[in-house]
């Protein structure tokens, strides 16, 4: 099966030269970005390190202000193949991400925050793609319905899973933070027919090497299930 159609799991982390380097050494293959404006005005150290690695990319939008351009260079000097947003812009600036990426192969996929219906009107008005976010989505629902989730599933071009489940504390942990609930969501994401990066969003003090090599462990267990 050719790699761009079967499921990776990816880290999330800042272009940081070293964890980019440990999520490296740990055998994984692809990464989201996480970007804000002030790495994104220092755009040409970010593509240098950037380069140094062979990683399939995803870039994650800034929350912090609207860079479209800088976004733009980036993602194509990386050759990202997802860029992901949150609902944050005015209509005329939506429309300017729009233009800036009709003629482009990267995926451009809109993240549900607080509601799972967030990237519908974008998916309609211009053609963008869903990030679905599993712990944004057990947050809000209190919990998931199997049944229910397949079809926004299938609706997905990216997604987020971290070790989260509704009533734990484990917000913004590593996929293998728990390893029994998701292997059955791996399961179910791959039964829904999905392709694509699986992103861990973990936060900074997890990004480390034993984490990264825990990560690759259980994605490998997982595979071989």
């Known amino acids: 099966m050719s790699p761009n159609h079967k499921i990776i799991v990816a880290a999330k982390c800042a272009p940081d030269e070293a964890i980019l380097a440990n999520i490296e050494k740990a055998g994984l293959t692809a990464v989201e ?63 300017y991400i729009y233009n800036l990426f009709k003629h482009s192969d990267v995926k451009v996929c809109v993240e549900n925050i607080t509601s799972v219906h967030e990237p519908l009107k974008f998916m309609r008005r211009y053609g963008f793609k869903r990030c679905l976010d599993i712990e944004h989505l057990q947050m809000e629902c209190a919990g998931v319905i199997e049944g229910e989730l397949v079809p926004i599933i299938q609706q997905a071009a990216h997604i987020h899973l971290t070790g989260y489940f509704f009533g734990s504390n484990l917000w913004h942990t590593h996929i293998h933070y728990s390893p029994d609930h998701n292997m059955d969501f791996m399961n179910l994401i791959k039964s829904s027919g999905y392709t694509g990066f699986v992103v861990s969003e973990a936060k900074i003090s997890l990004q480390t090497l034993s984490e990264f090599k825990n990560l690759n462990n259980f994605f490998q267990k997982w595979e071989k299930e």
């Open 33 to 95: 970005l996480y970007t804000n404006v002030k790495l994104l005005h220092d755009i040409n150290k970010v593509k240098k390190v950037c380069k140094e690695f062979l990683f399939r990319y995803a870039v994650h939008a800034p929350l912090d202000g609207y860079e479209p351009d800088l976004l733009a260079e980036l993602v194509s000097d990386l050759h990202a193949e997802v860029v992901i947003f949150h609902d944050i812009y005015w209509d005329n600036e939506w429309e």
